[in-house]
């Protein structure tokens, strides 16, 4: 959540599945600090709403109607790649993750997660981090070694010293200030080099910058 914003996470509950949308709800109303603000049946909708409305974070079902959830996230992304966007589906193929990653969401949770799991990646994306389950890295991993064994880039726009230590301690799951107080530098000096690191990766998010640089060999989980 971005600084000014007030402590409430706003957040809106894409699904096509009026059981599911209200079964979350219920979760959700649990924690004072969480407010749904909208819900979505459709991609269509979910794209409307979050273009329009004041949120923090969307809950995204993959499959649904009229506009599916990945096409949803993208044109969402687009237009606000601030919004945190925390897939919601029972898929845990690789092919879904990875798509997932590359269209920009900030969380990836399967429908059969603990309440007490989903509320703090919630309130993990809503701080800026990044959340995917630990019993899906490893196939993560897996399918990334596939695709760079098969397509070897060169490393046109490799990352200085500092900034890999950066990138190092964002695998690790530390926050900017948690950074900062480690390498003994300002948060705002953190944040530039987030910024340069994105943009050399050719990425918009902390958790495809961490993919990229385990892909290209700069850093280690």
Same mark, same amino acid.
């Not at 809106?12 to 979350?24: E, K, P, S």
């Not at 196939?139 to 046109?156: G, M, Q, S, Y």
């Given at each position: 959540?971005?600084?000014?914003?007030?402590?409430?996470?706003?957040?809106?509950?894409?699904?096509?599945?009026?059981?599911?949308?209200?079964?979350?709800?219920?979760?959700?109303?649990?924690?004072?600090?969480?407010?749904?603000?909208?819900?979505?049946?459709?991609?269509?909708?979910?794209?409307?709403?979050? %273009?329009?409305?004041?949120?923090?974070?969307? /809950?995204?079902?993959?499959?649904?109607? =009229?506009? +599916?959830?990945? *096409? $949803?996230? &993208?044109?969402?992304?687009?237009?606000?790649?601030?919004?945190?966007?925390?897939?919601?589906?029972?898929?845990?193929?690789?092919?879904?993750?990875?798509?997932?990653?590359?269209?920009?969401?900030?969380?990836?949770?399967?429908?059969?997660?603990?309440?007490?799991?989903?509320?703090?990646?919630?309130?993990?994306?809503?701080?800026?981090?990044?959340?995917?389950?630990?019993?899906?890295?490893?196939?993560?991993?897996?399918?990334?070694?596939?695709?760079?064994?098969?397509?070897?880039?060169?490393?046109?726009?490799? %990352?200085?010293?500092?900034?890999?230590?950066? /990138?190092?301690?964002?695998?690790?799951? =530390?926050? +900017?200030?948690? *950074? $900062?107080? &480690?390498?003994?530098?300002?948060?705002?000096?953190?944040?530039?080099?987030?910024?340069?690191?994105?943009?050399?990766?050719?990425?918009?998010?902390?958790?495809?910058?961490?993919?990229?640089?385990?892909?290209?060999?700069?850093?280690?989980?």
């Amino acid at each position: 959540m971005k600084i000014g914003q007030p402590s409430l996470i706003r957040i809106m509950i894409a699904d096509d599945h009026a059981l599911i949308r209200q079964g979350l709800m219920k979760i959700l109303s649990l924690d004072p600090g969480i407010s749904v603000v909208a819900e979505a049946e459709n991609g269509q909708e979910a794209i409307d709403k979050a %273009l329009s409305m004041e949120m923090d974070v969307i /809950l995204m079902d993959i499959n649904m109607p =009229l506009i +599916n959830g990945i *096409i $949803a996230v &993208k044109r969402i992304k687009e237009s606000r790649p601030d919004m945190a966007i925390i897939a919601l589906t029972v898929h845990d193929q690789e092919e879904y993750l990875l798509e997932l990653i590359q269209c920009g969401v900030a969380g990836y949770v399967l429908k059969d997660v603990h309440p007490d799991e989903l509320i703090t990646t919630i309130k993990k994306v809503a701080r800026g981090e990044s959340f995917i389950p630990a019993a899906l890295t490893g196939k993560i991993f897996k399918e990334l070694n596939r695709l760079h064994t098969a397509n070897k880039v060169p490393d046109l726009y490799r %990352l200085t010293p500092r900034e890999m230590e950066v /990138l190092q301690e964002v695998a690790h799951g =530390l926050s +900017n200030k948690e *950074i $900062a107080h &480690k390498l003994f530098i300002s948060e705002k000096t953190v944040k530039n080099h987030l910024t340069n690191i994105f943009q050399k990766c050719g990425v918009s998010d902390r958790t495809s910058a961490v993919l990229h640089g385990v892909k290209n060999n700069w850093i280690q989980l």
